[in-house]
C-alpha cells in the first residue's frame, strides 16, 4: 500500500466514520479516489489533512468531513444527474462520478477548472465533466438537476441555482451571513415551483465563496 492509500484509509477510518459519516456509499467513494491526484505537485503532502486546502486566488477545497456529510446529506441511490458548483481542482466531481448518474462540475478560475478536466480524463471518469464559468448561474443548460452541490460557504443561495434543481430534488450548501458567524450546512428540497423547505444539518465553519456573500442592504 502507497504512502497515500494509507493516508487515504486513514481518511475515511479517523476524519469520516467517527465524525457521522456511515452511508458506505459515500465512505466507498471517498476510499476509491485518490485526492492527491487533483492537488498541485507542492502541497500534495496535504492531500489528507482535515481541513479546508487553500489553493490559488481565494479557491480552496472543502474539508473533507464537511463534504463528506454534505454528499451523505443528498442520499444518493445512482441514478441522479448532479451539479457541483465552485468544483475548484475537481475532486468533488470524481466523488459524485462514483456516487450519481452524471454530473457537471463548475469552476470560476480557468485554470483550476482546465486541471480538473484532465484530472478526470487521466483517472478514467467519464460520467462527469468540469466547465469553466460563473458559479452564480449554475449550469442551466442541463437543468434540471435532482442533486446540486454549492462547495463554500454563501449567505444566501441564489434563485437562479434553486430553480435548476428538478422536483424533490435536494441542495446542499453551508449557510453563513460573513466571516463572524457560525456557518449552518443545510439542504434544501424543493417541493413546488415556487416552493423549498430548508433544514440546517450541522455547524460548518466553510469559508464564504467569493460571489456568495451578502448583498448590501439600504440603510437609512
Known amino acids: 500500500m502507497s504512502v497515500y492509500a494509507q493516508r487515504r484509509h486513514i481518511m475515511v477510518a479517523s476524519q469520516l466514520r467517527p465524525n457521522k459519516v456511515s ?35 481565494g479557491r480552496f477545497m472543502l474539508e473533507p468531513m464537511v463534504l463528506a456529510r454534505l454528499l451523505q446529506a443528498l442520499e444518493f441511490d445512482g441514478s441522479e444527474t448532479i451539479l457541483d458548483i465552485a468544483t475548484a481542482c475537481g475532486y468533488s466531481t470524481a466523488l459524485l462520478a462514483h456516487l450519481g448518474q452524471s454530473v457537471v462540475g463548475i469552476e470560476a478560475n480557468k485554470a483550476l477548472a482546465d486541471a480538473a478536466h484532465d484530472h478526470l480524463i487521466k483517472l478514467g471518469i467519464d ?9 452564480q448561474a449554475g449550469y442551466p443548460n442541463e437543468a434540471p438537476y435532482d442533486a446540486i452541490i454549492i462547495e463554500g460557504a454563501v449567505a444566501e443561495v441564489p434563485e437562479t441555482i434553486l430553480t435548476q434543481l428538478a422536483e424533490h430534488g435536494r441542495l446542499v450548501a453551508v449557510v453563513r451571513g ?43
Request: proline fraction near 5%; charge should be negative; hydrophobic fraction near 40%.
Open 23 to 57: 452511508d458506505t456509499r459515500v465512505l466507498d467513494a471517498f476510499a476509491a479516489i485518490p485526492r492527491e491526484e487533483f492537488i498541485p505537485k507542492h502541497i500534495q503532502s496535504l492531500a489528507y489533512i482535515d481541513e479546508d486546502l487553500f489553493l490559488t486566488d
Open 127 to 135: 460520467n462527469g465533466v468540469v466547465l469553466n464559468g460563473a458559479h
Open 178 to 220: 460573513d466571516a463572524t458567524t457560525s456557518g449552518k450546512a443545510t439542504i434544501m428540497t424543493r417541493k413546488g415551483k415556487h416552493e423549498f423547505q430548508a433544514k440546517v444539518l450541522f455547524d460548518a465553519q466553510t469559508p464564504i465563496l467569493d460571489g456568495f456573500t451578502a448583498p448590501k442592504r439600504f440603510e437609512f
